[in-house]
């Protein structure tokens, strides 16, 4: 990629931050506008990368493009996150439990080092702590998906990711227990329960963003129980 490719998608990642964050705190709301002009302008940016940015959060689901200078933000509410969070459960499940039948000893090895990291890491150092957790999770993805599968749960890396991030009240000590359980059923081979933690892993998160969402207001607080069922 050149230089200035390189450049513009970082700045369209950066873009995509923008209104990720804009859609995260009520400030963008599902049915709103989203002006490519108006946006470039207020980041200073040029509209090019804010039209890859509104492809990228389009292929999330976040938002569905109208016309070319502007897009917007899809509907979503406890039920459509829960839905989602259960896809993106599902997928990591049959991932990691691919990674438990093959057992590679360096797969292993890795994830071990990444929960070492993990657990070296003080109880403050709750940022630090959710980009090594991640890290855990897309070597599981990366050892255990086909390139299909790989594909898709990428494209859970946008809305949905930034929103567990921002949602987790976890410590340190509650993420390393959480990956603990899930690396040693992959060592013992066991495929059904490593698979089983993954997607009670993403059911929980799924509860963290739904009670932090209604906190902000973004989505009625006395909905969020309603459509548990």
Known sequence: MALTGLRRARTSRAVVEHLVQEIFEGRLRPGDRVDVEQVAAALGVSPTPVREALTLLERDGVVSTRVHRSALVEHFDARTLRADFHVLGMLSGVAVARVARNRDPEVIAE??????????????????????????????????????????????????????????????????????????????????????LRRSEARATAEEVIEELARRGVIPDGAVKQQAG
């Open 111 to 196: 994830l071990r080092q990444g929960l070492a990291e993990l657990a070296a890491l003080p109880d403050h150092a709750t940022a630090r702590a959710y980009e090594v957790a991640t890290d855990i999770l897309r070597t599981e993805h990366r050892a255990g998906a086909t390139p299909r599968l790989r594909a898709e749960l990428r494209g859970f890396d946008g809305f949905l990711n930034w929103a567990a991030r921002n949602s987790s009240r976890r410590s340190v000590a509650q993420m390393v227990e959480a990956h603990t359980r899930v690396i040693e059923a992959i060592e013992a081979g066991d495929e059904r329960r490593s698979s089983e």
